[in-house]
């Protein structure tokens, strides 16, 4: 049973160009939740989606990123126009409907040039 | 979510029991208490969780003081490979979904 899929798991964009992330939650798992970790720096929580809503975006910056998670097909997250504050690992996660733990990604590392 | 405090780092030999401290002095009674770690360059991984009981795992153990205010993780016998940054976490039982919050953290360090 593979584990949650992240891809790319690193990705070098210039300034202005824009990023996408991929997460394939486990199997049977229909809510994601994406992370964002800066450099010798905590995990901050970004968004919690199910299935085609998105139930938490508080931790989203308000411009330039988004996120989403169709009926069919990975969750993405989006950063268009990207600073080099943007350079982090940005973690996914999924669980079940029920109360339990978390399972992660190995991450996706933005460098921006 | 309540907040958690533990020291910023640890430092253990190899073969040797550590025990973790985590204060949460602000936990309600439907609060959780979740152990995360994360070794480097890797995404966290889930430790163990409790409520009320003391709680063991093929990971580690959990004893929770019975005021609930404080835990700790015990690792019984430390490896170089349980180097890594371990997150006590406080969720409550009827949040929506499985959100975690992060802290801060601690790094253990073990030694050979």
């Known amino acids: 049973n593979a584990g949650v899929m992240q891809n790319p798991r690193h990705l070098v964009r210039r300034r202005g160009q824009e990023a996408r992330l991929r997460c394939s939650p486990m199997?049977?798992?229909?809510?994601v939740y994406w992370y964002r970790q800066l450099p010798e720096e905590g995990l901050k929580f970004m968004v919690y989606?199910?299935?085609?809503?998105?139930?938490?975006e508080s931790g989203m910056p308000k411009e330039r990123f988004s996120a989403e998670f169709p009926k069919e097909g990975p969750s993405i997250l989006r950063i268009q126009q990207v600073v080099r504050g943007d350079s982090a690992a940005y973690f996914c996660?999924?669980?079940?409907?029920?109360?339990?733990?978390?399972?992660f990604g190995e991450g996706s590392r933005l460098t921006v040039l | 979510d309540a907040k958690t405090t533990q020291p910023n780092s640890m430092e253990s030999n190899e073969e040797e029991p550590v025990h973790l401290p985590c204060n949460h002095s602000?936990?309600?009674?439907?609060?959780?208490i979740h152990w995360y770690r994360q070794l480097p360059s890797q995404g966290p991984e889930y430790v163990i969780h409790?409520?009320?009981s003391n709680v063991n795992n093929r990971m580690a153990s959990l004893a929770i003081a019975e005021d609930r205010k404080s835990s700790t993780l015990i690792l019984h016998r430390a490896t170089l490979r349980d180097a890594a940054v371990y997150y006590c976490?406080?969720?409550?039982?009827?949040?929506?979904?499985?959100?975690?919050?992060f802290g801060g953290g601690t790094r253990l360090m073990v030694k050979p």
């Open positions: 976490i406080l969720k409550r039982a009827n949040n929506a979904g499985n959100m975690l919050t």
């Open positions: 602000t936990i309600s009674g439907t609060d959780y």
């Open positions: 996660a999924s669980s079940g409907s029920a109360p339990g733990e978390l399972f």
């Open positions: 199997k049977g798992h229909s809510h």
């Open positions: 409790g409520l009320t």
């Open positions: 989606l199910q299935k085609e809503n998105i139930i938490d």
